[in-house]
């Protein structure tokens, strides 16, 4: 079936730091990437949709310039966390579509922490 | 405004018995219907999933009912395993293609051995 490989499952760093978080479609190519949130005891709260090749739609809230997305390839998504701030501390995960409708993958999720 | 809403944030069953989770849903324009089970620190596992043309799907243990007319969707697991014990998220999308989900606030399971 179809995977999808997230990395790092789990970071820690410092306030002002920036992270970047992968999300690979291991055997299919991911025409389209969804990043969600979650905060604890919350629903997975989409971030923003990129499409290979072009630039990501933000969801409303969610700063474009804080949260960089790239889908330069059929195959990888990164999202950079820049000047992270403790209150950016959350799990983040991503979510590949391929060619046939209603094929949604998730990535194993990144727990991140910003101290 | 919540699209999708799990009115019970936990559900307590023994096990053996039926687990019933239950999503209501306001826009009408979601077509296609999805559970997910979460554990904590990882990332969402399909369960099963039901078009807006059925209104029940059936996969081993897992059922899924829809009801249109009422815009609510209930899981039903039968028999409930201590394994079952999770998160279970109800989503929701309005287009085949290329359509992000949108995602209840999830209901913990625990199945009581």
């Known amino acids: 079936g179809a995977v999808v490989s997230q990395h790092p499952s789990w970071v820690i760093c410092k306030s002002g730091t920036s992270v970047k978080i992968e999300c690979r479609s291991l055997?299919?190519?991911?025409?389209?990437m969804f990043w969600y949130r979650q905060f604890p005891k919350q629903s997975l709260m989409l971030m923003a949709t990129s499409n290979e090749g072009s630039k990501a739609t933000y969801e409303q809230g969610v700063e474009k310039d804080k949260f960089l997305i790239n889908h330069a390839s059929l195959t990888l998504s990164t999202l950079t966390v820049t000047s992270a701030h403790p209150e950016d501390s959350s799990f983040y995960i991503c979510?590949?579509?391929?060619?046939?409708?209603?094929?949604?993958?998730f990535g194993s999720g990144t727990r991140l922490t910003v101290v | 405004d919540q699209q999708v809403k799990q009115n019970s944030p936990s559900l307590s069953v023994q096990e053996g018995r039926i687990s019933i989770l239950n999503c209501d849903y306001t826009?009408?324009?979601?077509?296609?219907f999805l559970w997910y089970k979460k554990y904590p620190a990882e990332g969402p596992t399909f369960l099963i999933s039901?078009?807006?043309?059925?209104d029940k799907n059936e996969d081993g243990r897992f059922t899924v009912f829809l009801n249109k007319s009422a815009k609510h969707l209930s899981l039903h697991i039968v028999p409930s395993q201590p394994g079952d014990s999770a998160v279970y998220f109800c989503?929701?999308?309005?287009?085949?293609?290329?359509?992000?989900?949108?995602f209840g606030k999830g209901t913990r399971l625990s199945v009581i051995a």
């Open positions: 039901i078009s807006s043309i059925k």
């Open positions: 055997d299919f190519q991911a025409t389209t």
């Open positions: 826009n009408s324009m979601f077509d296609y």
């Open positions: 989503a929701a999308t309005a287009n085949s293609g290329n359509t992000p989900l949108v």
């Open positions: 979510s590949a579509m391929g060619q046939s409708s209603y094929g949604y993958t």
